[in-house]
């Protein structure tokens, strides 16, 4: 029941007269008194904020960077009207620093019996899931010198998708799936190791394609056709240990990595693959399998949205054994963690071998781009300093990946924004090589 800024202002008013013109506690008594009085009519023709009804409608998820509506639907049940201010709260990275004043606060007049509905804007910074807090209802009397308040709790939860600003590269991968798949017209044969179809031979086929058996049981020289492999199982393996809670730039190395799972989730997915997802530090974080075509994006956007790194050592063995269980069959697995030397080398290293023997593996990696401009500064003596260091780490990541390499790894090492079409080209090289 708080006094409002324009009771304090008559107080004030009130007493300046009385302090002038007659100094004495009966003029105080009478001011206040009215003031008191007045106070009294206001707060009991407010209408009350208990009895209200309350309901949430509206967005219940968001790509990060987006927009979400969530609707409040007040309802006044009594027989006075509502004067009041609500407060909407949300956690702070519901919206963007400086907006929340103005996103969370709503006016309302609702007469008796009557609804109304506000609407919160929300804006979030970082993914994962935003829950409601409490909504702070304040009513005002009539005179706005005095007002009730209360709160209530209206559950609602809003899921901050991953951005998957690298879909703008999904065109471009897509139709180089056409090429190897021989659905687009090309200056040569479509690339491929599963056998298609026959066909006649025209001038500029590879003679190597002939089929001589079919040649002979009919009057034309007959070709075969090639299209990639199909319904291969893609396992996409997050490593959400301590490493990838790293930032690079304004954001940490496993955003890169997301933005990527999902590029190739989604080519693979089209090219008739079969994708899965394992999240996994000491523990499994999420887990994606045995999905249709068209339900893989979804559910990999849905695993990804509230991942989030851990600050732990992650555990290889753990891992492998984990990747084993998972992917029983040949896959490819495509594993995004770190080259940092110590990590792969007392971690990944020794239970490469165990992968390698039953898997196809490709490791990808966040590269910085600070330490390549570290690396050409010449300016001063601390620049050349700083050059040296950096040309040093460089060198240690280089030798990492050599390791990898010589294990039989596909190796792809990209700064944040180049990540995910290199793992997408890497992945279409192997598929138009055959080594899925």
């Known amino acids: 029941m708080p006094l409002t800024g324009r009771a304090a202002l008559l107080a004030a008013l009130g007493s300046v007269p009385v302090g002038v013109l007659d100094p004495s506690w009966t003029g105080l008594l009478a001011v206040n008194g009215s003031l008191a009085l007045a106070c009294a009519c206001d707060f009991a ?114 899921r901050v998708l991953p951005p998957f600003t690298s879909r703008k590269h999904l065109p471009s991968k897509l139709a180089r799936l056409r090429e190897l798949d021989g659905r687009t017209s090309v200056l040569t044969r479509g690339e491929g190791t599963e056998f298609d179809s ?69 080519l693979a997915s089209r090219a008739g693959d079969r994708v899965d997802l394992l999240a996994y530090d000491r523990r499994v974080r999420a887990l994606v399998q045995a999905k249709s075509a068209g339900d893989v994006l979804p559910s990999l956007v849905n695993a990804l949205a509230s991942l989030e790194p851990e600050l732990v050592e992650t555990d290889a063995r753990g891992l492998t054994a984990t990747i084993l269980r998972t992917a029983s069959r040949r896959s490819l697995l495509v594993l995004f963690t770190t080259l940092d030397a110590a990590p792969v080398e007392e971690g990944l290293l020794p239970v490469l071998p165990q992968l390698t023997s039953r898997h196809t593996v490709v490791v990808a990696s966040v590269a910085d781009p600070h330490i390549a401009a570290m690396a050409r500064g010449r300016g001063d003596i601390e620049a050349v300093y700083e050059a040296a260091a950096a040309a040093q780490a460089q060198r240690e990541r280089e030798r990492t990946a050599d390791q990898l390499r010589r294990h039989g790894v596909t190796v792809v090492d990209a700064t944040p924004d180049q990540l995910a079409p290199a793992v997408a080209d890497a992945y279409l090289a192997l598929k138009a090589a055959g080594r899925l």
């Open 45 to 158: 023709l407010a209408a009350p904020v208990r009895r209200l009804v309350l309901s949430r409608s509206g967005d219940t998820s968001v790509r990060l960077g987006d927009t979400a509506n969530v609707t409040l639907t007040v309802t006044n049940p009594s027989r006075r009207l509502l004067r009041a201010r609500l407060r909407d709260a949300w956690p702070p990275s519901s919206w963007h620093p400086g907006t929340e004043l103005d996103g969370s606060r709503h006016r309302l007049t609702i007469p008796p019996g009557e609804r109304r509905r506000v609407t919160t804007r929300l804006r979030p910074t970082r993914r994962g899931d935003r829950q409601a807090d409490r909504v702070t209802i304040r009513s005002y009397g009539p005179l706005g010198l005095f007002s009730r308040q209360g709160t209530h709790r209206i559950p609602w939860s809003l």
């Open 198 to 266: 026959l066909r006649e031979y025209v001038p500029g086929d590879d003679t190597r394609s002939i089929d001589w058996r079919a040649t002979a049981r009919q009057s034309s020289v007959a070709v075969r056709t090639w299209r990639p492999e199909r319904d291969r199982r893609i396992l996409l393996v997050m490593d959400t240990g301590r490493t990838s809670a790293g930032r690079v730039g304004d954001a940490p190395r496993l955003d890169a990595s997301l933005d990527a799972a999902l590029l190739l989730g989604a």
